[in-house]
């Protein structure tokens, strides 16, 4: 009778240290899994109520100069930060270059930007993004130009317009 007693505790015993390794395995691996999950779930979250639209257009092949009016459609709000991290790339299509943000514009591809109306550093649902660009790959006169804005976040949008005087 004692043996059986013995036996059982051992038996006891061992799957309770069984289950004590099992669960310090197993845990670190779920709680990783969900952060992945969390992140990523976040990720999709800004991606989906995030959306810009091109609202208008303007491009003087004179004055190497581009203006480009956005409109944020989304239901999320886009932090200043984003904003500046930003790409624009601007010129003729097939001859553009990445413009590189700058306090004031220089015929190298710079470009500088303002939130229109802004009362938090957010470009908020409604609120409208002003672009004003210079580079000297702008086309002549009645060719067309090439536009693209890009968030970190991946939102991308791009147009083609034709240049004025």
């Given at each position: 009778m004692s043996s059986e007693t013995f036996t059982t505790a051992m038996f006891l015993i061992a799957a309770i240290i069984s289950a004590g390794v099992l669960i310090n395995a197993v845990f670190p691996v779920i709680y990783t899994l969900s952060s992945t999950i969390s992140s990523s779930s976040h990720n999709v979250d800004e991606r989906l109520s995030t959306d810009v639209k091109v609202v208008t257009t303007y491009a003087s092949s004179s004055g190497h100069t581009?203006?480009?009016?956005?409109?944020?459609?989304?239901?999320?709000?886009?932090?200043?930060?984003?904003?500046?991290?930003?790409?624009?790339?601007?010129?003729?299509?097939?001859?553009?270059?990445?413009l590189t943000r700058a306090a004031t514009l220089d015929e190298g591809g710079t470009w500088r930007y303002e939130i229109l109306e802004d009362a938090n550093n957010y470009w908020d649902p409604g609120e409208t993004l002003y672009i004003e660009?210079?580079?000297?790959?702008?086309?002549?006169?009645?060719?067309?130009?090439?536009f693209q804005f890009v968030?970190?976040?991946?939102?991308?949008?791009?147009?083609t317009f034709t240049a004025s005087d």
């Open positions: 581009a203006k480009i009016w956005l409109k944020n459609i989304g239901t999320g709000r886009v932090p200043d930060a984003s904003i500046q991290r930003a790409d624009v790339f601007l010129g003729g299509r097939g001859n553009f270059i990445r660009a210079m580079t000297t790959q702008i086309p002549v006169k009645g060719d067309i130009v090439y968030l970190p976040s991946g939102l991308s949008r791009s147009t």
